[in-house]
Nanobody
């Protein structure tokens, strides 16, 4: 059974940083596309970044490019999202997701397994 467990959320002031973690179990960590999405109440889940674990190629949404960085620890089967220069509009629940194969776009419908989410709140 595939499980994704996120952690690292919290409350910070604008300009601050957080690092989210997503631990994967039940799935080989190589050759998979992993992604971070975020959601606020009343809005659709928004793609933040995707990451292909073989080759470590990443793609970021325009709203976070230059501020967020995805990385991995293959031995620990963990994906990270380093978030710097946080803004109030970055607030939301952040979800980790994964699927086998190459990454395409940042569409939530392309992924079937999700973590429980971790809350990020950025105050101005």
């Amino acid at each position: 059974q595939v499980q994704l467990v996120e952690s690292g959320g919290g409350s910070v002031q604008a300009g601050g940083s957080l690092r989210l973690s997503c631990v994967v179990s039940g799935l080989t960590f190589s050759g998979i596309c992993m992604a971070w999405f975020r959601q606020v109440p009343g809005k659709e889940r928004e793609g933040v970044a995707n990451f292909y674990t073989t080759g470590s190629s990443a793609r970021y949404s325009d709203s976070v490019k230059g501020r967020f960085t995805v990385s991995q620890d293959s031995a620990a089967k963990t994906l990270y999202l380093q978030m710097n220069d946080l803004k109030p509009e970055d607030s939301g629940t952040y979800y980790c997701t994964a699927r086998v194969g190459l990454c395409g776009g940042l569409r939530a419908s392309a992924f079937g397994v999700w973590g429980q989410g971790t809350q990020v709140t950025v105050s101005s």
